[in-house]
């Protein structure tokens, strides 16, 4: 009879938890609509993260956003990983694929075979993509090179970091990418939905 009891308690557990998530991210978008200028990392309070909002297929996300050359955009794994590439311009991006080829792809075949069906954008607090026109050149002057690829010590995550900052320590995470990215800009990072 105790077995059932928990199951009960976990499910309530996980309801709560995600309400809690549902309502933060709330929060963050309230904040951001009512400021004017772009929030820095000035503006956090101490241990507050950089990053305001992740991307999710399951929580609706307001802002859209028309991607711009160099955007580093992702989408989600499974419910649990993101994949990462970067924008280039005439409905390309750049990804490092699973098999360690670097190639350019539309919107719509990033997201194929992946669980994520959203395309997102790391853009500032005013909604504008956080990109650069260099890190762009760079990806594209990698198309269809082979790299050892690793999920952990050399995945798209570390690909796209070092198209930002190639001699950069390398990074295995997306949320290691999420913060390098709001400390290279300093700007707190939204990953607002590709309009796309």
Known sequence: ???PLLWIGAAAVSALAVKGLA???KAQQRKRSHSFRVQTL???????????????DVFDTEQQVKPEIGAIVCCGIGGVLDHTGIWVGENTIIEL????LVK????CRFTDDRSGKGIFIACDSLGKPLTSEVAAQSAIEQIYQQRDYHLFDNNCHQFIWQCFQPNAEAITTFKSLSVNVAQLFDRVVYWD???C
């Not at 000035?42 to 999710?56: K, M, V």
């Open 1 to 3: 009879m105790p077995l």
């Open 97 to 100: 694929d699973g098999n360690g």
């Open 42 to 56: 000035n503006d956090l309070a101490q241990h507050e993260s950089p990053i305001a909002t992740y991307p999710t």
């Open 104 to 107: 350019p792809v539309s919107p």
């Open 193 to 195: 939905l590709c309009d």
């Open 23 to 25: 309502d933060d991210r």
